[in-house]
């Protein structure tokens, strides 16, 4: 239960009650307000009336605790303002060359943030894996020559000092949208995270998952629709606009949309990015790579240059018309 307390007679109720062994709490500041979350049933000798506390049916996510838009600052970068937010860059870091060129580029077009992947979840663990360590090393080389903030999935707790002070956006990717460990850790921090949807997650169960985030007290989370699983196979994943359209509605967290992945092919990446951004979408994350035909990793996938480039032009007309 979400307890937004009005006087200190709160906390002191709650202590006394710790002795039910069922029953916890904890106290966070999230959005500049101090919250109660309790786990368990709530003893009934709590003072529950509208002096001493406001309770919130719902979570945290939700426009019933929180009605104005949540904006998420990555460095200089904020999501959820009027500007399209576009992160950018290869699927997977694969080499210094290949990473400096493709952000050198993809800035020169107009994104706000190089995205690389280091730590690779692959369907065989024949296929080439990331980089590790050395691939963050890359992205922060890339950082520092085009000032552009970057975003990574960390894909296990155990490869975090790779990306401690270095990852300025912590990506949670589609297969690890419901590793609960996971995202209790990322939020204990306040680095912002991109939470894509799993593979299969409905929009409660996802939204879920953003609420274990918020929970722990970081208040920066990005939802990014990546498309869900269909019988579908012409498409890699089903790209439903309903999805983003849905999401604002039920949260005041700005929202990611990642058409790349959904597409599965180059030449469907565009029209569904304008999808996204006439559908709303704050923000969205783009496959980009110099040489796109010999990629390590989603080579059909990851546009060109030259096709980033075209993307760039339509989005911003998109952009003007839903947004301006
Ligand atoms: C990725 O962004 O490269 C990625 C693996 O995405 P997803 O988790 O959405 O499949
Ligand atoms: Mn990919």
New binding site residues.
Partial sequence: MIIIPKSSVYEEALKDNMMDSTFSYRVIDLYGRKIILTEGQTPSSLPMDSDTALLVNGNLYSKEFKQEKTVVQVDNVSIGEKKLIIAAGP?AVESEGQVMETAEAVKKMGADMLRG?AFK?RTSPYSFQGLGPKGIQLLMKAREETGLPVVS?LLDISDFSAFRNNVDMI?V???NAQNFTLLKFLGQLKTPVLL?NGLATTMNEWLGSSEYILSGGNENVVMCY?GNRSFENYTRFNMDIGSIASLKNLTHLPICA?PS?PAGRRELVESLALGAVASGADMLEVEVHRDPDNALS?SSQQLTLEMFNRLMKNVRKVEEIVRG
């Fill in positions: 699927c992947g979840p999935e990506q990717g589609a297969r894509k990546r990642d992945h989603d």
